[in-house]
């Protein structure tokens, strides 16, 4: 069955420290891969998007991703994180030749001062 | 700006009334999708539309309908079947290629739906 594990479920970096998020999907062929951002309160916001192409993806506000095919693994990484930051991260899949997108649990992280 | 309007953000009722949460968007988006947020569950489908007048339950439709008389507006409504209605609700919305998951979600801000 296809899946979407986001291993930490909340993350405490300090303000300047680097930041990397981890997912991991289960799916039979390349899926579409995507990261989200969620602020209290609110809806997503999506940070980049993988499709094909180049496995490092660049996405707003400073995310970048790196997909791994061979560790099914799609990890978000920022260098330098900024207390703005502080929110949670969805990893979602989209499935091929469906219409549907399957989400991840959330990471939630918090940034210290 | 175009944006996904979901309305109210507070909704509050009581056990055994349905509810109608509203879902407009002028980003001229074929697809909508109805999504249920829970802590630490991610989030779980429940209805999606990929035109106007046609739509397919998602994994958690139970409980749960929804119509898309028009491109723009995707109400759903929780009926007192539903067991569970006190969450986060989501609307979400793209373009309808060939294959619509390469195309990214734009959600509302969402409707935090409260029954007692």
């Known amino acids: 069955a296809q899946s979407v594990t986001q291993p930490d479920i909340h993350i405490t970096v300090s303000e300047g420290a680097s930041l990397e998020l981890r997912c991991n999907y289960s799916y039979g062929a390349t899926p579409y891969l995507f990261w989200y951002v969620q602020s209290p309160g609110q809806g997503l916001q999506l940070l980049l998007k993988y499709f094909s192409g180049d496995t490092l993806v660049q996405g707003i506000k400073g995310f970048e991703a790196e997909f791994k095919r061979s560790q099914s693994s799609f990890n978000l990484r920022k260098p330098s994180v900024h207390w703005s930051d502080a929110a949670e991260y969805f990893c979602?899949?989209?499935?091929?030749?469906?219409?549907?997108?399957?989400f991840g649990t959330g990471t939630r992280l918090k940034v210290l001062a | 700006d175009g944006g996904i309007t979901q309305s109210p953000k507070y909704l509050f009722r009581k056990e055994g009334q349905n509810v109608t949460l509203s879902c407009e968007q002028n980003?001229?988006?074929?697809?909508m999708y109805w999504y249920r947020q829970d802590p630490g569950q991610g989030l779980r489908l429940i209805y999606y539309?990929?035109?106007?007048?046609?739509?397919q339950k998602g994994d958690i439709a139970e409980g749960y309908s929804v119509s898309r008389e028009k491109k723009e507006s995707f109400p759903l409504t929780v009926t007192s079947a539903q067991k569970n209605p006190t969450a986060f609700y989501l609307c979400?919305?793209?373009?309808?290629?060939?294959?619509?998951?390469?195309?990214?979600?734009?959600f509302g801000n969402g409707t935090r739906l409260t029954v007692t």
């Open positions: 980003l001229n988006h074929d697809a």
């Open positions: 979400a919305s793209s373009f309808k290629t060939t294959s619509t998951v390469n195309s990214p979600l734009h």
């Open positions: 539309s990929q035109i106007v007048n046609d739509f």
């Open positions: 979602a899949v989209g499935a091929r030749g469906t219409y549907k997108y399957i």
